[in-house]
């Protein structure tokens, strides 16, 4: 049975190592913690397991992470980041339709179909959710950010609507549809409903192109 050690209250805020052989040991622990992801599926993690991979004692793993969906999070964050890269075309609504599109189709790779899995063990265990804003969700969201101000810039956005939104917007439709599973994510329906949520769904009404 798994037992934590007692750990200072951090107020749930992530605590990331500084000395080299800390450093040395987060990493091992991260690499570990992915590897049994895919190999097992999240269910499967434990503490102990990750100790045994990694070669780190579950006394230091408890210093730097509460819960094994933490580490998880920050582990699948990593991963993700890695795998999706980010276009520099020039043309900011091409690149944010194509990292948009690779993000999702991301989500239904084997490794990437880890998302659903870590957001209910991030249910289970709350202490892990400021490392799955942290180092998942915060980062994903702000890579859409400069391609949304490149194309503010260029006079191609809708006054008054921030990259806050335009994420939300853009992906939301998208995660749903990846959770509920009752539509194709394909990769060209994928592309197809990220544009539309990018244009609109309604034909422009003469003279009302400036109504919200």
Do not use: N
């Not at 749930?12 to 895919?38: E, I, K, Y």
């Not at 933490?70 to 091409?94: Q, S, Y």
């Not at 490392?131 to 006054?159: N, Q």
Request: hydrophobic share 45%; charged share 25%.
């Amino acid at each position: 049975m798994e037992t934590p050690a007692e750990v200072p209250d951090r107020r749930g805020a992530p605590h990331r190592p500084r000395r080299p052989r800390s450093a040395r040991a987060h990493d091992a622990v991260l690499t570990a913690t992915s590897a049994l992801m895919r190999e097992d599926g999240v269910a499967a993690v434990t503490i102990d397991r990750v100790a045994g991979r990694s070669g780190v004692s579950t006394a230091t793993i408890y210093k730097h992470w509460p819960c094994k969906a933490a580490i998880m999070a920050e582990a699948f964050g990593r991963d993700t980041a890695e795998a999706v890269a980010f276009p520099d075309t020039g043309r900011p609504i091409d690149d944010l339709v194509t990292f948009a599109t690779d993000l999702l189709t991301y989500y239904t790779s084997p490794d990437g179909a880890l998302f659903g899995q870590l957001l209910a063990a991030c249910a289970t265990e709350p202490q892990a959710v400021p490392y799955f804003h942290e180092f998942f969700l915060t980062p994903r969201r702000a890579a859409v950010e400069p391609y949304w101000e490149r194309a503010a810039a260029a006079g191609l956005t809708r006054p008054g609507v921030d990259a806050s939104t335009a994420t939300d917007v853009l992906l939301g439709a998208l995660t749903f549809r990846l959770m509920a599973r009752h539509e194709s994510l394909a990769p060209e329906e994928v592309r197809k409903l990220v544009e539309y949520a990018l244009h609109g769904l309604l034909l422009p009404a003469a003279g009302a192109a400036d109504t919200p």
